[in-house]
């Protein structure tokens, strides 16, 4: 346990009590010091700034700058990417098809997604299992109907997928529905 | 005063004539010389009536690879000219040509018009699934007034997911042995305690 003696408390007081000589220069060179640091442009520099910016000014453009001008923004507007270029929801979604046919020597998807036409969408046979055929295509949101042509003479449903009702033709067709949300 | 103005009157000529050009489908070239302008009259027709044209020739292709005569492809394509104008009376001149295409294969179906009107009343986003939907459920088998009221039901807060999810269910169930409209009542009740459970924002 330390007791502090008042005797020694009143001999620190007095020391500290006791006047500082300092040297008369080191205003000045304090001084000198702080004139060296770079000065920060005040209120009335951005005040300059602003007038400069917004003082009206005359601008001398022959036609064909104007035209040179015009160009380069039309260049700049038409240049500038996309912003639809992801496929937003509703775009075209890749569709899967798929039919058992063992003894078929070919098989092809027709349908309103490619005007009916046998020769457009030629079905692969699986690799693994040779009975199975498979084509995968791009739909955008709708209703399609289709089928299968075996072949190139008989027509097949899918049987995975809703029958069309309104069939005229005699031979059945499927639908597939394409949703956006 | 003639030759002043023949040129206009040329002019005038070239672009009707190029004008009509672009609008021949030359995908119709496909249908017998008889079939072809009859299809290409009632194509012409539906267009003058800002109906869409697309599943007017995509019927006629079909009808054409499955080498129908001649007779049954313009009867084909005349009824589906017609559905397609009662669809856009129901709907509305907002709907697009797929919710119209898919409205008209539901009036095929026998969905009433008054069905087709109460739903673009709900449902603010496309009507194409929710149409689509309703004519499936009828060809599985569902009473016409089951699957408008189930769809009905739905539409206003289901996706399109979630209805292609319900159809999927509803013939699960029947091929299972279910009664038609009993799965479709209970798959629609399903389906919308889910969608009072779930509450959340969308799947990604």
């Known amino acids: ?181 | 005063m003639l030759r002043r103005g023949l040129g206009p009157l040329v002019a005038a000529t070239l672009v009707a004539a190029a004008a009509a050009a672009q609008q021949r489908d030359s995908r119709l070239e496909r249908l017998d010389s008889t079939t072809r302008p009859i299809v290409a009259a009632l194509v012409d027709s539906a267009r003058a009536a800002a109906l869409p044209t697309e599943p007017l020739v995509q019927r006629a292709l079909e009808g054409a690879t499955k080498r129908a005569t001649g007779d049954r492809i313009v009867a084909a394509v005349r009824r589906l000219a017609l559905d397609l104008d009662r669809a856009r009376d129901a709907l509305g001149s907002t709907a697009s040509p797929p919710e119209l295409t898919a409205a008209a294969a539901a009036l095929r179906a026998g969905a009433p018009p008054a069905i087709l009107t109460a739903l673009r009343r709900v449902r603010r986003e496309s009507l194409t699934v929710p149409l689509a939907v309703l004519t499936d459920l009828v060809a599985t088998g569902v009473p016409v007034d089951s699957a408008a009221a189930a769809v009905l039901s739905l539409a206003a807060k289901a996706r399109d997911t979630d209805l292609v999810e319900f159809r999927r269910t509803v013939e699960r169930d029947i091929a299972l042995g279910a009664p038609p409209a009993s799965a479709t009542a209970a798959a629609a009740a399903v389906q919308m305690n889910a969608g009072a459970h779930q509450q959340r924002p969308g799947r990604p």
């Open chain 1, 1 to 181: 346990m330390f007791e502090p003696d008042e005797e020694l408390i009143g001999r620190v007081v007095r020391q500290l009590r006791r006047p500082v000589a300092v040297d008369p220069g080191v205003d000045a060179r304090v001084m000198a010091q702080i004139a060296r640091f770079p000065a920060r442009p005040g209120p009335g520099t951005a005040r300059a700034g602003w007038r400069w910016l917004t003082r009206p000014r005359t601008v001398r453009l022959s036609p064909l700058g104007a035209l040179a001008i015009a160009a380069a923004c039309v260049a700049v507007v038409l240049a500038r990417p996309d912003r639809d270029s992801h496929p937003a929801p509703g775009s075209a979604r890749e569709f899967g098809f798929v039919i058992v046919a063992p003894r078929a020597a070919t098989v092809s998807l027709v349908g309103d997604f490619n005007d009916w036409d046998a020769a457009r969408t030629p079905m692969q046979r699986a690799r693994k299992a040779g009975s199975v055929w498979t084509a995968v295509i791009p739909l955008s949101p709708g209703r399609y109907r289709y089928a299968f042509l075996v072949d190139g003479v008989s027509w097949l449903a899918d049987p995975a997928a809703p029958a069309a009702r309104d069939d005229e033709f005699g031979t059945a067709s499927s639908v597939v529905t394409v949703g956006g949300s």
